[in-house]
Nanobody, 119 residues
Framework: QVQLVESGGGSVQAGGSLRLSCAAS????????MGWFRQAPGKEREFVTA?????YSADSVKGRFTISRDNAKNTVYLQMNSLKPEDTAVYYC???????????????WGQGTQVTVSS
């Protein structure tokens, strides 16, 4: 069982930055693919980025968002720069074994953290 706890959300003006963190329980964190998804009101949950042996990001965030992980701290990060109002959503951390995928078939999910970007 893996438990995920996100932190770092908040409100920021367009063009600003935020750094999200996701702390994971368990002793085999390094074996897991870690992903970030987001869900805006009235919209489906969408893939943002994920890191395993490879890293993959949605086109909408390439060049602005960076995912990284610290296996010693069992933590994955999402650095978000040049934020836009359309980035406003609840951001979820997710974990799975195996390869990086961009669909929500991850086994473990955090509770989500709100990111609000104002224009």
């Amino acid at each position: 069982q893996v438990q995920l706890v996100e932190s770092g959300g908040g409100s920021v003006q367009a063009g600003g930055s935020l750094r999200l963190s996701c702390a994971a329980s368990g002793r085999t964190f390094s074996n897991y693919v870690m992903g970030w998804f987001r869900q805006a009101p009235g919209k489906e949950r969408e893939f943002v980025t994920a890191i395993g042996r490879t890293t993959y990001s949605a086109d909408s965030v390439k060049g602005r968002f960076t995912i990284s992980r610290d296996n010693a701290k069992n933590t994955v990060y999402l650095q978000m720069n040049s934020l836009k109002p359309e980035d406003t959503a609840v951001y979820y951390c997710a974990a799975k074994l195996g390869v990086v995928i961009t669909t929500p078939e991850y086994n473990y999910w955090g509770q989500g953290t709100q990111v609000t970007v104002s224009s």
